[in-house]
């Protein structure tokens, strides 16, 4: 894979362009740890039409070159990218957007991360209850970055009481954000059902793209969230780890799929606990609990790969 290097400049596409009446875009959402380049060229070959890069600490990101060379990497093939930023403070967020910039299609900044520690930091969550900083951040990338397609997106929950959201989003649509994603939980639910209705209010009190994630598990889930709430997109977290073929329409991973992985991990080097794990997620809705034990035990690339041709044929 192509490592960050400031020769290679890409083409950017204006990812804006994708947004069409009546089409949903289907998009791949950052995942710590799981969303790197090689799930995302995964994902790609099984009609995904967007991806982000995990969520990477933009303070961190600029502070050191072993950072930025580990946390983003990237190759020609690999578009259109939104790379996905924890920020606080607008001229951090602003100078991590200027350096990926060329290698990528827009940022993404994460307000949405209820996790403790990023909240302590005032990272993540805890963001959706500074609309005056949110618009500044945006208003600072944009002013930065030349490219004028480049894109600047957040990524929320939802507020107790909806018209905070609503306030929130139209005040960063005046600052220039270029859509919003609404994961449709509140901070404090996890496993709870999404609120759709709360996703749609906010599409209709929008004149930009807005996109909704939470509980997309199949190419069903897709249409019906689409149906229910009217969004721009619809993003996938673990039902994409679970089958990274979803957006294709297969109901469970297709063996051609795995062994896909197997040739896109060993291409890229993929270290051994993130080949397995992959692999653990995509095959947990295929195969029996005595088998789960006896894969999830295997120690090596080697192992798996035998395993797997014994099982599945290859």
Known sequence: PQVLNLTTHMDSKNIMDMFEKGRVLKICAPMVRYSKLAFRSLVRKYDCDICFTPMIVAADFMRS?????SEFTTNKADRPLIVQFAAKDAMTLAGA??????????????????????????YGACLINKPELLSDMVRQVRNQVENPNYTVSIKIRIHKDLKQTVDLCQKVQAAGVSWVTVHGRTVDERHQPVHYDAIRT???????????NG?????RDVESTYLRTGVDGVMAARGLLANPAMFAGYEETPLECVWDWVDIALEHGTPFTCFHHHLIYMLE?????????????????SAVIEYLQKTYGS
């Not at 029996?288 to 999830?296: C, D, I, K, L, T």
């Open 215 to 219: 509980d997309v598990k199949n190419l």
């Open 65 to 69: 070159i072993k950072a930025r060379d």
């Open 202 to 212: 906010i599409k209709d009190s929008l004149s930009i793209p807005v996109i909704a």
């Open 285 to 301: 809705r295929v195969s029996s609990q005595p088998e789960r034990r006896v894969f999830n035990a295997l120690s090596s690339t």
């Open 97 to 122: 957007a200027s350096a990926v910039a060329p290698f990528s299609d827009g940022v993404d900044l994460n307000c949405g991360c209820p996790q403790r520690w990023a909240m302590a930091e005032g």
